[in-house]
Every structure is written in C-alpha cells, then in structure tokens.
C-alpha cells in the first residue's frame, strides 16, 4: 500500500477525504499522532446552526395534527386554512433546503473533520423525518454538539428533542392509554437491537415514558398528570419509575455497546463484520462509560483498521462522495440547490432518511443509474454542462421544487487547479501521476492508464487526468 493511502485512509474514514494541503505530508504516518490531531480539531463546542427561527416553525407547525394547529390559529375559511397549511409546508420545505446545504458546506470546510463525520453517523442511527424545519434544526444542533461525548448523554439529549418525540409519536403516550413507538425504537434501533428484549419490556418502557412531551416552543415538558406512576419491570429490574431510569437500565446492558459497536465496525470499517474485533471495541467502549474517545481511537489507531481488506473496499455514501469531492478539488459552486438534486437522485438526502432505521449503505447506494451518475460527477463539475437525471420518487422532500422524472441541472463550480495540483508539482515528472494517483484512489490495486504517463506538457494535463481518476469506479470506494 502506498503510504499516502494509508494516511488518506484514515482521513476518508474518520473525516470527508483530504485536502491538497494534507497531501503535503512529509512526517512518517502514525496513526496516534494523526488521531489525537483529528480529535484535538473537534473537541471544541461547535457552533449551532440558526437558519430556522422559532417564531417560523415552532409555534405555527408541526406540534400535533394540522387540524389542531388550524383551530387554535382559530381560522373560519376552509380554503384559507388549506392556503396557509400550503404556505407553511413551503417553509419549512425551503427552511430544510437551507439547512441541508449549511451542513454540507460545514462537512467541506471544517478542519472538525471527525465531529461532523460522526455527527452524520449519528444521523443515521437516530434517523427522523418530520415537516417541522425547527425541530429538525435543534436536533442536529443536539447531535453536532454532542457527537463526541459518551453515548449515555447523547441518547438522552437526543431521546428528549421535539424532532424525536413527534418523530415517534410520543406526544400522545399517555397512562391508560400507553404509545408504545418510541419505546419499542429506543430498544430495538437506538440501544439493544432485536432479540434483546421482550414485548412486555416494550410495554412496560412506554408506561415510564408517559408524560414525555414538548410545548409550542419547542422544549421538553415532562407532564406529571398524565405519567404513569406505577412501578415497572424492565429487563428483569424491578421498581422503575421514570423514562430517564429506562435509558439507564439500557446503558447497563452490555448488548448496548455490541450492538452500538457493530454498526460503528460496518459504517467506518467494513460492511463484513469480524466478530472478534467488535467484541473487543464493544467491551471497552462499555467499560468505558460508552467514552467516544475511546470508542474512535481504538478503532483508528488498531493495526486491523489498516488491512487491505478495510482499504479501499467502502462504497462511499451520497454525500461522503460529494464532500469529499469538493475537499480534494477546492471549488466555488455557484448552483449550490443542484446538489439537493444530486442528493435525491442518488439516494441520500439530508434530513430525510427512508425510514426510522436510517439508510441501509453499503451497496444499496449503487445501482444502474446511479453509478453512470457517480462517475459522471466529476466530469460535470469540471465542464459545466448540463445533465439529465431520473429523480427517486420522494413525496415529501420536494428537492426538485415540485419537479418529479427527470431533471436537468448544470453544475457550475469554478475549480481552482493550482491549489488542487500543488502537492504534486514540486515533484519529478516521472512521480507525479504515481502520486496524484495514490492521492484520489483508496483501492489497493490502482488501475495502469497507459496513456497518463505525467503531468507535464499542456496546462491542461492535470486538471484532465484529474477528472479521468476520479471518474473511474475505484474512486467510488474509500
């Protein structure tokens, strides 16, 4: 393996790829050392996103059914209540639009490489839908700020977010008349997974989270007289009262950390899972106190981590790939709502997971059409031109502004070359294909192009054999 794959491989798994200026590397790659850089980078509180105000969203939409919401605007025309539920929907549909954009932005541009690439993990595993763009807001606020805590306070900051909660119908939990949604989803996709609990845990967790709400502001209430005082029996422990003794109880179980430790093992490892190597992280993360530190550093800095067979062989995500394409060819895009499009048509948009388990990944982000639209990318970034896509049918994310079938979009981003070939330069003639080519391809066997042989010649010559790296297959692998 050439050795700038090897430090690349860390930055494309543990961030968004790498830079140029990282490519410029001269000390001898420790994975340690280049660990505690990544975490030093993202230890510090990030900066929340405020593109949605409360007065738009939070006392206007999405708290109940939008007949409860109707009467309480106290509104007399039928068409006018249909009038300003439409104008709310666009809202917050445009509000989401921006936020999406704001993170991917953040994702390129932040030196916290790690927090934002753990954040988007998390996004998956605590996976929410739901029309209310302020909600939405505080909840990546929430994961963003503490992705890199220890699991036990990110599972309760996140379990008592508003996007959650409605999210998975626990507005309407209440004693006498238990909801058991968001219960049974803390168990099975959020802590334990399958086969850990029973239904009577499910049933008797959802009577401790009775009384779990949020008001018009957006805050979480607890509601006394509608909680379920009685005492419960989860997993076998007795005398359970509350939804904040629920989740504790689930932090206890070692099932927790295999279960948290699998999924880390498939998104920022490999998809094949080695047991050994997943028992071991998960009985350290649970003794730990489920540190992230610990968690992230025994994973980065394993020998196993740096196999062949973990290098190179990831299907990069929708929005891993285009990230990472814009960190390692710097640029000014100048028709940024194409990429909600490139989103759509590629299977991943922010904010907007399939369902509560997130999105599968692996090789369900290729198919046909998509992988054509992959490796053309690049191509398109560097010539403007137009393309033609087949947008996946998505009801409620109206990424296309209404458009559905196919759409046409033209990516306009002004590339700077000098700083995207700097690293290379400097370098005799002969090294430097050799050099880009390891620098832009994670795959262990790097593909020969007899007909790049460097990058002398024409000014044109490395900003050509740039595009043709990155348009080939193996640059949809990390």
């Known amino acids: 393996m050439h050795p700038l794959q090897k430090q690349n491989h860390l930055f494309w798994r543990a961030g968004f790829g790498p830079t140029p200026d990282m490519q410029l590397q001269t000390t001898p790659f420790d994975s340690a050392k280049y660990f505690q850089v990544l975490w030093l980078a993202s230890e ?162 959802a009577r401790a989270f009775t009384g779990w709400g949020f008001n018009l502001e957006g805050a979480f209430v607890f509601r006394p007289i509608i909680h379920d005082r009685g005492e419960k029996t989860i997993l076998g422990k007795k005398g359970i009262e509350t939804g904040e003794e629920v989740l504790q109880v689930l932090l206890e179980q070692p099932a927790t950390a295999r279960f948290l430790c699998t999924k880390f093992y498939r998104f920022f490892v490999n998809e094949n899972v080695k047991e050994q190597h997943v028992e071991w992280l998960a009985k350290r993360f649970f003794e730990s106190g489920y540190q992230m530190k610990t968690l992230l550093q025994d994973i980065f800095t394993a020998d196993w981590f740096y196999n062949p067979e973990n290098v190179g062989t990831r299907i990069k995500g929708p929005i891993e790939l285009m990230v990472g394409l814009q960190r390692q060819l710097p640029m000014e895009l100048t028709n940024k709502p194409a990429l909600l499009l490139i989103q759509r048509a590629l299977g991943q948009i922010l904010f907007y997971p399939p369902n509560v388990a997130g999105w599968p990944g692996g090789k369900t ?10 490796m053309r990318i690049p191509q398109l970034l560097a010539s403007k031109e137009g393309v033609e896509v087949a947008l996946k049918n998505d009801d409620d994310t109206d990424m296309g502004r209404g458009n559905k079938g196919m759409n046409r979009f033209v990516m306009q981003a002004s590339i700077d070359w000098n700083k995207a070939l700097k690293p290379f330069a400097s370098l005799p003639a002969n090294k430097q294909f050799p050099m880009l080519r390891a620098g832009l391809l994670q795959s262990g066997k790097l593909p020969e192009l007899d007909y790049m042989k460097d990058l002398t010649g024409s000014s044109h010559e490395g900003p050509k054999m740039t595009i043709a790296l990155m348009s080939l297959p193996e640059y949809q692998l990390c």
Request: aromatic residues 8%.
């Open 44 to 205: 510090k509180k990030p900066v929340p996103f405020r593109i949605v105000e409360p007065t738009i969203d939070g006392l206007a939409n999405g708290i109940g059914d939008i007949t409860r919401m109707q009467q309480k605007q106290a509104m007399d025309d039928e068409a006018t209540k249909a009038e300003a539920r439409k104008k709310q929907q666009l809202q917050n549909r445009e509000a989401v639009r921006s936020l999406n954009l704001t993170w991917m932005e953040e994702m390129v541009n932040s030196p916290a490489q790690l927090r934002e690439k753990v954040a988007l993990f998390w996004h998956g595993h605590f996976a929410c839908r739901i029309v209310n763009s302020y909600f939405q807001q505080q909840l990546i606020n929430t994961i963003r700020e503490h992705a890199l805590s220890d699991f036990g306070t990110l599972l309760t900051k996140v379990s008592k977010t508003p996007a959650m909660l409605q999210f998975l119908n626990n507005q309407q939990n209440r004693k006498n008349s238990p909801n058991e949604n968001f219960a049974r989803e803390v168990m099975e996709l959020f802590t334990m997974g399958r086969g850990n609990y029973t239904e009577h845990d499910v049933k008797e967790a």
């Open 365 to 374: 982000w290729i198919d046909s059409s998509s992988l054509l639209l992959r």
